[in-house]
T-cell receptor, first 110, second 114 residues
Framework: EDKVVQSPLSLVVHEGDTVTLNCSYE??????LLWYKQEKKAPTFLFML????IEKKSGRLSSILDKKELFSILNITATQTGDSAVYLC??????????FGQGTILTVHP | EAQVTQNPRYLITVTGKKLTVTCSQN?????MSWYRQDPGLGLRQIYY???????DKGDVPEGYKVSRKEKRNFPLILESPSPNQTSLYFC?????????????FGPGTRLTVT
C-alpha cells in the first residue's frame, strides 16, 4: 500500500520566520512528488519534482526531492500571514494513482 | 476561462438514496480524478481516469462508481450513500495522462448523508 507521511502536522510561526515542511513517501512505481497549498478552498499546485537534488523555486518557496532517501522538503523563507494554509504533498505513480499525505497546517502570526 | 466545475456544491441527502455528483472540465484534459477530504486524513483518491473509457480504483473506491464516456465529464455515483460517505469531494483534471503533472481542482462538493 502506498504511503505518504508529512511532518510536522501543524506549525505556528511569526512573520519573517523560515519554515521547513517534510514529506516522506513509499510509493510503488513512483514517478513524481507534488506539493499543493490549500487555503479555505480547493488545493492549488506549487511544485512537481521528478529528479533528485534539483531544487525548484518560486519566489520565497523552494522544494527538493531525495529519491534515494524517499523524502522531499518544502521551504518557505520570510513567511507572511498569507502563507497560512494547509500544505499537502503527494506521491504520483507512472500510471495515474496519486497518494496524498495528511497535510501540514501552517499558521503565520503577524 | 479554464476550469473544473462540480455540481452540486452542497448536498444533504438520506441513507440509500442514489446520487450523482457531476464533474466537467473545459481544458481538453485526458486525466481526471475524484478525491474525498476528511479532517485529519488529507485527500484520498477514490477513482481516476487516464482517458475515455479507462478508469481505475484509487485508495478508497468502496461505495462509489464512476464512468468516463466523454473526455470532459467524469461523474461520481453513489448508488446507496451511507453516513460514512459524508465528506468534502474534489474533482481534478490534468493535461497529461500521467497524474504526476499539475492537477486543476474543482471547487468541491460538500456532501452530508443522514
Amino acid at each position: 500500500e502506498d504511503k505518504v507521511v508529512q511532518s510536522p502536522l501543524s506549525l505556528v510561526v511569526h512573520e519573517g520566520d523560515t519554515v521547513t515542511l517534510n514529506c516522506s513517501y513509499e510509493v510503488t512505481n513512483f514517478r513524481s512528488l507534488l506539493w499543493y497549498k490549500q487555503e479555505k478552498k480547493a488545493p492549488t499546485f506549487l511544485f512537481m519534482l521528478t529528479s533528485s537534488g534539483i531544487e525548484k523555486k518560486s519566489g520565497r518557496l523552494s522544494s527538493i526531492l531525495d529519491k534515494k532517501e524517499l523524502f522531499s522538503i518544502l521551504n518557505i523563507t520570510a513567511t507572511q500571514t498569507g502563507d497560512s494554509a494547509v500544505y499537502l504533498c503527494a506521491g504520483g505513480t507512472s500510471y495515474g494513482k496519486l497518494t496524498f499525505g495528511q497535510g501540514t497546517i501552517l499558521t503565520v502570526h503577524p | 476561462e479554464a476550469q473544473v466545475t462540480q455540481n452540486p456544491r452542497y448536498l444533504i441527502t438520506v441513507t440509500g438514496k442514489k446520487l450523482t455528483v457531476t464533474c466537467s472540465q473545459n481544458m481538453n484534459h485526458e486525466y481526471m480524478s475524484w478525491y474525498r477530504q476528511d479532517p485529519g486524513l488529507g485527500l484520498r483518491q477514490i477513482y481516476y481516469s487516464m482517458n475515455v473509457e479507462v478508469t481505475d480504483k484509487g485508495d478508497v473506491p468502496e461505495g462509489y462508481k464512476v464512468s468516463r464516456k466523454e473526455k470532459r465529464n467524469f461523474p461520481l455515483i453513489l448508488e446507496s450513500p451511507s453516513p460514512n460517505q459524508t465528506s468534502l469531494y474534489f474533482c481534478a483534471s490534468s493535461s497529461n495522462r500521467f497524474s504526476s503533472y499539475e492537477q486543476y481542482f474543482g471547487p468541491g462538493t460538500r456532501l452530508t448523508v443522514t
